[in-house]
Each structure stands twice: as structure tokens, then as C-alpha cells.
């Protein structure tokens, strides 16, 4: 018998209740190496539970939904019916294209630009209406296949909609100074440069090591025109004070803090010590319309 792959991280306020899911909202993040899950409670405009699990990256996605399985066994709620499901894909097999130059008939060709071709996959589109842009993408056939399985009524978007869309939400009426988000993943980073309210830059950066994070941070922030003497950089995900990049960067690019909560929502007292940061794009995910 295999055995389950529990979690590493559990915050589940009492308030939520396996037998009532259906009263509850799920927002689900698939990366290379983890499962992590948010539960809101929509009556309460708040959130309840977090849960995140972690193991070596699959080769591929049918080891990764067989992974998926695994999990299911240790927590089988997660697979009971929920009042609506989110499901985010983390990869970077995805191109973003401005509306107004998008023809739906060539999503393919996009991709064929900067993305190699991905077998058993599908491509699927987000709309990103603050940004004004679609975020092309390749969807595996086998996780979709899997997702619908677990949580038929479930929607799936890119991570990248959303960490986009969120930001665009969180800066409104705030000024129309630049701003500059960084957002760590597994090796790899995103930077998103937003100006006067508006996407202004939007890239992915795969690292080996903090030298590859600084140059290409502060490669880009030059051509970008950006002064690391005075802009200040906003961190999320996978980023601490600890961390060497964090360590070398702040060598570098002084003016830094990493994101607070939204305050748009409210939070049980069990998630008190989950960093807001670090989770940024799981407890937004809900206020995107994708």
C-alpha cells in the first residue's frame, strides 16, 4: 500500500467542517514540487484553512496526478464537492499577448514564438482584463484530465493571470509611481513592472543560484530604466529575509519589503502566523475574474 503524503504546513480553523464543503470555496495551487490549498468561507468573507504539501517534481504529469491520488488519500475532503473550485497550474510554458493583437486562431503560433512544443498537452487562454492581455498557455492533458475527476465543477488558470491580475487589484488608486513586484518560485522569478496602474513588463527568469537572481534582476531594471538606488522592490513567494538572494540582492537594491495581506478579506486567527508574502497569489486568486 502506498503511503500518503500528508502535509508540511496545516492551518485549519475549527469553523470549517469536513461534512459542509459545499459551503466553502477552494482555491488549489499545482507547482512542479507541491500541492498547496486556501479555503474560504464565502458567507464569512473569510479565510479558514491553508494546506501545503511538498515532494520531488514528477517526471511527468501522470506521476504528478498519481501524486495528486496520494494526497487525496490522507485528506479525502479535499475531493468532496465545494461550492466552487479554482485550480492555478504553476509552470512557465505560457506567453502573454496584448487583446488588441490576439487572434484566437493563432494562439498556437504564439506559444511556437518562445515556448518548445509540450506532447499531451492542450492550449488554453486567460483573459486578463485589468492588464488588457491574454495569457496563452500549454494545459497537460493528464492534470486536466485528473482535476476534473477530483472537482468537476473546477475552473483552471495560470499562475501567471493570476499573480498579474492581483497586483493590478492592489495598486489601484494607490499612485501612479512605478512599481516593481518580484515574485519567487521554484528557481525561477517573475518580475512585473506595473506603471500608472497598468502593466508595464511582465517576464520569467529561471536561476541556479543567488549570482543568476541578482543579474538578471539587475540586468532588467537597467533596461528598464529603473534606478536600484530608488526603486523600491515588492517581494513575494518563495522569499525571506534569510534566504541568500534576499541577502545578496539587499546589497544591491536597499528599498525593499515584501507584500502585506489584503485587507479586503478577512482571516481566522489560525493563519496568524502564515506569511502573507509567501502565499500572496493563493489568497488573491478569488478576487481575479478569470
Given amino acids: 500500500?502506498?503511503?500518503?503524503?500528508?502535509?508540511?504546513?496545516?492551518?485549519?480553523?475549527?469553523?470549517?467542517?469536513?461534512?459542509?464543503?459545499?459551503?466553502?470555496?477552494?482555491?488549489?495551487?499545482?507547482?512542479?514540487?507541491?500541492?498547496?490549498?486556501?479555503?474560504?468561507?464565502p458567507d464569512k468573507q473569510k479565510y479558514v484553512g491553508i494546506e501545503v504539501f511538498k515532494f520531488n517534481p514528477p517526471t511527468d504529469d501522470i506521476k504528478y496526478a498519481a501524486l495528486i491520488d496520494e494526497i487525496i488519500m490522507h485528506r479525502q475532503w479535499i475531493a468532496y464537492p465545494?461550492?466552487?473550485?479554482?485550480?492555478?497550474?504553476?509552470?512557465?510554458?505560457?506567453?502573454?499577448?496584448?487583446?488588441?493583437?490576439?487572434?484566437?486562431?493563432?494562439?498556437?503560433?504564439?506559444?511556437?514564438?518562445?515556448?518548445?512544443?509540450?506532447?499531451?498537452?492542450?492550449?488554453?487562454?486567460?483573459?486578463?482584463?485589468?492588464?488588457d492581455s491574454k495569457n496563452v498557455y500549454y494545459l497537460s492533458n493528464p492534470l486536466v484530465g485528473k482535476i476534473k475527476e477530483l472537482w468537476a465543477n473546477s475552473s483552471i488558470v495560470q499562475l501567471s493571470s493570476v499573480l498579474i491580475e492581483s497586483l493590478l487589484l492592489s495598486i489601484k488608486n494607490k499612485g501612479f509611481e512605478d512599481k516593481v513586484f518580484v515574485n519567487v518560485r521554484d528557481q525561477v522569478f517573475d518580475l512585473i513592472v506595473l506603471r500608472e496602474e497598468k502593466l508595464h513588463f511582465y517576464n520569467?527568469?529561471?536561476?541556479?543560484?543567488?549570482?543568476?537572481?541578482?543579474?538578471?534582476?539587475?540586468?532588467?531594471?537597467?533596461?528598464?530604466?529603473?534606478?536600484?538606488?530608488?526603486?523600491e522592490i515588492n517581494y513575494l513567494g518563495q522569499i525571506d529575509k534569510d534566504l541568500p538572494i534576499y541577502e545578496l540582492a539587499w546589497h544591491h537594491i536597499r528599498n525593499s519589503k515584501f507584500v502585506s495581506r489584503n485587507e479586503n478579506f478577512k482571516y481566522s486567527y489560525v493563519l496568524d502566523d502564515v506569511r502573507p508574502s509567501e502565499y500572496f497569489i493563493l489568497f488573491n486568486a478569488l478576487q481575479c475574474e478569470l
Fill in 82 to 131: 465545494y461550492q466552487s473550485v479554482l485550480v492555478i497550474t504553476d509552470h512557465i510554458a505560457n506567453c502573454l499577448i496584448p487583446s488588441p493583437l490576439f487572434d484566437e486562431k493563432e494562439k498556437g503560433t504564439y506559444l511556437a514564438f518562445n515556448q518548445t512544443f509540450r506532447d499531451n498537452s492542450r492550449i488554453a487562454v486567460d483573459t486578463l482584463k485589468n492588464a
Fill in 1 to 41: 500500500m502506498i503511503a500518503p503524503l500528508k502535509p508540511i504546513f496545516s492551518r485549519l480553523d475549527k469553523a470549517f467542517k469536513e461534512d459542509l464543503t459545499r459551503s466553502f470555496h477552494l482555491t488549489i495551487c499545482l507547482s512542479p514540487g507541491g500541492f498547496s490549498f486556501v479555503i474560504y468561507a
Fill in 204 to 231: 520569467h527568469f529561471k536561476f541556479n543560484s543567488k549570482e543568476d537572481f541578482l543579474y538578471f534582476l539587475l540586468f532588467s531594471m537597467e533596461q528598464l530604466r529603473l534606478n536600484p538606488e530608488t526603486t
